[in-house]
């Protein structure tokens, strides 16, 4: 079955810090990959999103990168900010499903 | 303002009851979803609904119940066979055909505690 797959946190970093959470996946069919972020107490927050292989998606300074050969869309951010700290989700949807598969989120803390 | 409204915020129940969590949205989404979140195992599907009067289970449904009577609502029904019912509850919608973009809209979530 579909699965995902994120890098174990937490995840502990100063400010202006390059991030990189990996995210890989194991999908049947061609899905679409999706980024969501949890700020604390708060539900899940759409990050960025591709929908096909060497798609880019970002947002607010965050990227991440479809790719197919290595069936992973690991999320990269240049310069992180006390603000970036929360929990973030890999998911993915296969075609034609309806429902997300999520992967076990990464808990992200910046310290000034 | 458009959104998902869940309630409560926080609850806590006795081993041996049932307690319903209300999911609320107006964003005119047909599909309706139930997620659990426990630490270090992310999110899990508990039911779905894609159009009102049908839904389907997830990956984890035993011990819960749902009904899709209205468009705009989807309770959650935590039984008292649910063995293990201590979670975060997170309720998402989303629309379906030529307006589905695969976004899931959440809710904030309502945090269960059995004593």
């Known amino acids: 079955g579909n699965s995902v797959t994120q890098m174990e946190g937490p995840v502990t970093l100063s400010e202006e810090a390059f991030l990189t959470i990996n995210c890989t996946y194991t999908a049947t069919g061609y899905p679409s990959l999706f980024w969501y972020v949890q700020y604390p107490g708060e539900g899940l927050q759409l990050l960025l999103k591709a929908t096909k292989a060497d798609d880019k998606g970002s947002n607010k300074g965050f990227e991440a990168t479809y790719r197919k050969e290595t069936t992973s869309f690991h999320l990269e951010k240049g310069s992180v900010q006390v603000s970036d700290s929360a929990v973030y989700f890999c998911?993915?949807?296969?075609?034609?499903?309806?429902?997300?598969?999520f992967g076990q989120g990464t808990r992200l803390t910046i310290n000034p | 303002d458009g959104g998902i409204t869940q309630s409560p915020k926080y609850l806590f129940r006795k081993e041996g009851q049932n307690v319903t969590l209300s999911c609320e949205q107006n964003l005119n989404h047909d599909a309706m979803y139930w997620y659990r979140q426990d630490p270090g195992q992310g999110l899990r599907l508990i039911y779905y609904?894609?159009?009102?009067?049908?839904?389907q289970k997830g990956d984890i449904a035993e011990g819960y119940s749902v009904s899709r009577e209205k468009k705009e609502s989807f309770p959650l029904t935590v039984t008292s066979a649910q063995k293990n019912p201590t979670a975060f509850y997170l309720c998402?919608?989303?629309?379906?055909?030529?307006?589905?973009?695969?976004?899931?809209?959440f809710g904030e979530g309502s945090r269960l505690t059995v004593l």
């Open positions: 609904s894609q159009i009102v009067n049908d839904f």
């Open positions: 998402a919608s989303s629309p379906t055909g030529t307006r589905d973009t695969g976004e899931l809209f």
């Open positions: 998911a993915l949807r296969d075609q034609g499903a309806q429902k997300l598969v």
